[in-house]
């Protein structure tokens, strides 16, 4: 089996990437920290990336020596803006390709043997470049499996039929303003009757938005502010449709990637251009997801990464 060496800046949307693209690729894996001591060392790193030096600016080289003395990688992975001049350092250094996730502005995309790049984030066409519809997500039915029986330990379902609906937060362009989401989920409710219906909030979402969730009586709830678990993966396979907040690009690339719900998209979006728009837009356009406006569509769609994937293997030579 090959070996990856990731690094990882200890976001967890950035981190659950790497670790999918590894698993994607049936690669084992192991984790080295990657972040800049300060902001200059950073901004620096973007002079020496087109300068073609590459001093160790995040300190790296050590770590990343002493772990290939005890597993020689075949492949290096990263994703964020700061692991990929990094990247760019550990390829050098130990002889091996590296793969950026997420479309590395501000660095020459030469020097990555591959790039996934989100197909909103408008990639140029190159060689060494890969559109995705999404974010990567976990593919392992195990995962997916031992998390819905979890799941089902703490909740019997009282019907055959379940919908989900997954809750963000605020971020620069989007806002889940109380009043707004509780129209949204007296919608979902009057379109929904005789389903099993189940809510999860995030990290992101306000005291406001939970007190609102928690106001109407779904039948399994999980307010993030109170609990720590999961709902997701079981939310996925086991719902016949999901509705999710269009800022979470995350939790909407796993609802049109795994299990075989219509995806409603609860648009929230405050500023109608940019990345965010564009991947909602696309989604939609190409069938993997709906705009809720109170009537239900059926896009089941489901990305399928297999031939990206292979494309990449052949490319790495793994």
């Given at each position: 089996m090959s070996h990856a060496l990731i690094l990882t800046d200890g976001k967890p949307g950035h981190e659950n990437q790497s670790k999918a693209l590894a698993?994607?690729?049936?690669?084992?894996f192991a984790l080295l920290p990657c972040s800049y001591p300060s902001k200059g060392r950073k901004a620096l790193s973007y002079l020496c990336d087109r300068v073609g030096v590459r001093p160790d600016l995040a300190g790296v080289l050590p770590a990343a020596r002493e772990a290939a003395a005890t597993r020689r990688p075949d492949l290096l992975i990263g994703a964020g803006s700061n692991t990929f001049y990094s990247l760019k350092?550990?390829?050098?250094?130990?002889?091996?390709?590296c793969v950026a996730i997420l479309t590395p502005g501000g660095y020459r995309l030469g020097g990555f043997d591959a790039i996934l790049a989100p197909v909103f984030d408008n990639p140029p066409e190159r060689p060494n470049?890969?559109?995705?519809?999404?974010?990567l997500t976990p593919a392992r039915p195990d995962f997916y499996a031992a998390q819905t029986a979890a799941f089902y330990e703490r909740h019997v379902p009282r019907r055959d039929r379940a919908v989900g609906v997954i809750i963000g937060g605020k971020n620069p362009v989007a806002d889940v303003a109380p009043?707004?989401?509780?129209?949204?989920?007296?919608?979902?409710?009057?379109?929904?009757e005789g389903c099993e219906r189940w809510v999860t909030t995030s990290r992101r979402t306000s005291p406001e938005a939970e007190a609102i969730v928690d106001?109407?009586?779904?039948?399994?709830?999980?307010?993030?502010?109170?609990?720590?678990?999961?709902?997701?993966?079981?939310?996925v396979t086991e719902c016949e449709r999901l509705f999710v907040t269009a800022e979470s690009t995350g939790m909407l690339s796993e609802a049109v990637a795994v299990g075989h719900a219509a995806v409603e998209v609860l648009d929230n979006l405050t500023v109608a251009t940019g990345k965010f728009a564009r991947f909602v837009e696309n989604l939609c356009d190409e069938g993997y997801a709906h705009r809720f406006d109170g009537a239900l569509g059926e896009a089941r769609r489901k990305v399928n990464l297999a031939p990206t994937l292979e494309a990449l293997r052949r490319r790495l030579g793994l």
């Open positions: 698993e994607g690729l049936g690669c084992s350092l550990l390829k050098r250094a130990l002889g091996v390709p470049l890969f559109p995705i519809p999404t974010n009043e707004w989401l509780r129209t949204q989920l007296e919608a979902v409710f009057a379109a929904t106001s109407f009586p779904f039948d399994y709830k999980l307010l993030f502010s109170k609990e720590r678990f999961n709902p997701i993966p079981a939310f």
